[in-house]
């Protein structure tokens, strides 16, 4: 749903990067964001720091377009680059404020699956967790970030990569994992909260319905006014600032 | 090992026998030593057990070889595009044997290995499928606090393969930007076979002990092997050459696409050098940084 | 931690507050924060429970002038001359806790706290009085092997203090020559004090980041502190004064000599500038290394 | 006991480095070791290694005279300067060959106390383990070193820091440390070796009478003929170069 002035992906990255605060460290792996770390550290949140599974931890974008965590821009003047255990440890111990995951299935619950899903009676073999199970048991909140298609909208996901919540409403409180889990999850029509461990329903991009968007999941998605969060409100567009922010650290829109 | 005359790839990559564990790919989208796999795919060692993070196109290409029995890893693609077409392939036909990782657990099963203890606890994994669906992993309480913590074992390699920059006849070795998992890895593996863009003397490695990321009692050869890399980026050395993932992602999605891909990038060059041939990117460092100095002494 | 202006040591070592653990002296022998140790032995900061590896000299000074009611470590005296008089009388006249460790088991207790387990486990202690009298380690049957196994709890000190070489105003930090157990104690701790030889800029550290052992958001200060480990060696810095260590020996078996000392080197001083007027020894490094050089870039 | 030909613990490190094997990783701690790895380095074993628990790696003499295993001569053009988990880890996965051990006390069974003795009524503390007790635990083969005093060589230790053999004759079968246990024990007047776990006379000094050093012991120590292992013979004196060695490394004669 690109509009004329910035596609769904560069919307994407924009709501992701507004769930970086200034100060947070951020756990960050593949894709978008590779580049919501970058807008986020160079508009709202100059104080907040960037670590990576591979063992690399960033104050600052990288002085060029990056592919993965591990482009040597992305090494290059980085603040440490380390090993993975020194990384996990951080989160395990819980000073990793905020981590990323993407996924192609998701529940109610915040539940990802990146391993098999099923496409009539095959099963998909997909690459896996990576960290993402790591970082979804562990950081002090998640953001989860993915395509807005319906058939990734699953009350119950065929595997569990990355633990979400459970499904008693208690959040974290009664689920074995010790970190926070998904607070936010950002697809390309709308921003979702979670609510007692629930997802709802926070904003819609702009120029897209609210029913359209309820409409694509298989259960009856609460609203921001069913939770008393609020109301459904309209997502901010990207900035002019972080437009021309990211069509530098993605010039050719690899990512975006 | 003994500073001798050092091997070349070949004779190298032929002390890896067929059946072999083999923990490559550990400094994750960096310094995966591709000249390793590639020479593998070449000598016809078969029956592998691939262990890593993430291997990023590795072990797709070794199971495109048809080298691989068993994968223990967390991830396996291509960062920059996806789906590892060759691994999906061989998984959903059952060809080989996968056991799911998160990159911390098998971080952690490594780290065992290298620290010598029969495994580690973690509180990751807690409410996965990674640690419901397996019976590798242990349920455990803590003594101390009650918490329930999973305990993941020990692994331990019978190779684990690192590309590295600079290494002296001796095996100590210098490495730099991020490791990832290598340091376990190499603690835990039996042999350990480094690939390095330079060999350099001793000397070199002693001015600079804090930088000595393996030392030779570990090491079972090294190689001498420039670009050996590549196509993923080495620190200091050369970037990532993106359009290689591009064009193989796009090249492999049937196993007879990929053996024409294969019969080009792997059987149809004897050596590094051919193939550094067919590269067509220039992936030179441009901006260098050089690293404050430091001085030791006495 | 916020690059503001930095602290002072006095400003620094007053965050410190009595009743607190501590843990310093982790590099063994090398690059002790002695100035750290003296400062709050002016501030008469009590009732501290120091952890630590060996511990050479450090805690037998802060148990001398009353610093200290406990200790968790695995040795504490003077490595050059033995003994450490106001220890071993502190300990025989049960004026201090003493948690009896072994060189890993310490290191393994700051570790399982730097990776946020409860515990980790262990092949060593077995056999000893050191696991066999303490009710702190738990023994266990490794669940995969049915070996025995011992479980060391996690240590989280309050105060982590380290002396480095060179740190920005940021937090972040270079260490080179060996570190000991610097690691797991700095991510273990709640909070850290870095003592350095240098503030640098932000650039300088990030032109090596390989080269980086402790990032800011585990600082709490930086103090720019030259000479801060003497009488302990620093690499790149200084040589260890040996003379020191026997004198204070020599100078130590009663607690009458002890405050007399003290009076001389810690409480007759007002800061690390003064004190470094006491002292008489060139410790200069007459033979450099410079480490061999290192590139990054893109 | 010193000859005007070497002193007691010139013997001592020449001894203690002929328990170092060409290929071994050794691990060295405090004193005497610190001279005799440098002697056997430079000897019969120039391809050994030492590790020290502070995080260093040698394969050669440090140029200069070190007080400890951090002086910066034992640091500069080290193989590796790193950290203590490192080195353990080492000795923990079986990797070290041989390590060095000192002792206030020791039984017939090579357990070893440096943590507490008692003096009449009184109880005296000592510094404590350091890392000998991970090095008695965890090391293929265990050296002990001390001075030939008859107050040291008791029936059972008051603390065990670092832990010998078991007691039932079976060595370390069954006992619960993983390593091999203590080989050898040199004092400043003999040799000893361990048999079934148990200490036996393998060499006196030069002009040290067999009876005389047994009669420091309070139990009937075993001789090497009782045992099956020849015959108690004469430990070899330094040799020149040994010697020179050993003065070049402790010009001041600081250790020995």
Known sequence: MASEEYTDRELMVSAAAAEIDNGDTAFVGMRLPLIAFQVAVSTHAPDSMAVYESGVVRDAPADGFIHTMCDLPNLNRAVSTTGMIDIMSRLQRGDVDVGFLGGAEVDRYGNLNTTRVRAGDREVRLPGSGGACDIACMADRTVLLMPHEPRRFVEEVNYVTSPGHASDGSGRENHPAPGGGPSALVTSKATFGFHDGELY????????????????????????????????????KPTGEELELIRTFDPDGFWT | MAANSLPTLEEAVSEIESGSSVAAGLALEHAIPFAVGHELLRQGTDDLTMIGPISDLLFDQLIGGGAVSGIRAAWVGNVSAGTGYRFREAVENDRIRVENHSNFSIALALKAGAMGVPYLPTRSLLGSDIFEESDLFARAEDPFTGDEVV??????????????????????????????????????????????????????????????????????????????????????????????????????????AFDEWADEWVYGVENRDEYMELVDADLSITEPTVAAEVQYGQ
Chains 1, 4 share one sequence.
């Open chain 1, 201 to 236: 329903l926070r904003s819609t991009h702009p120029g897209v319905d609210a029913d359209d968007v309820l409409a694509d999941f298989p259960w009856d998605v609460n609203t921001a006014s069913d939770v008393g969060e609020g109301t459904v409100t309209t997502t901010s």
């Open chain 2, 151 to 256: 305990q993941v074992p020990a692994v331990n390699p019978d190779w684990t393969v690192v590309h590295a920059q600079r290494a002296s006849p001796e095996g100590d070795v210098h490495m730099w930007g991020n490791t990832g998992i290598t340091d376990p890895a190499v603690g835990a593996a039996e042999n350990v076979l480094v690939t390095t863009e330079e060999v350099v003397d001793s000397e070199t490695i002693k001015s600079d002990p804090s930088r000595t990321a393996i030392t030779r009692e570990q090491v079972t050869a090294v190689v001498e092997c420039p670009f050996g890399a590549h196509p993923s980026p080495l620190t200091g050395h050369y970037n990532r050459d993106n359009e290689y993932y591009l064009d193989y992602h796009s090249q492999t999605d049937t196993q007879e």
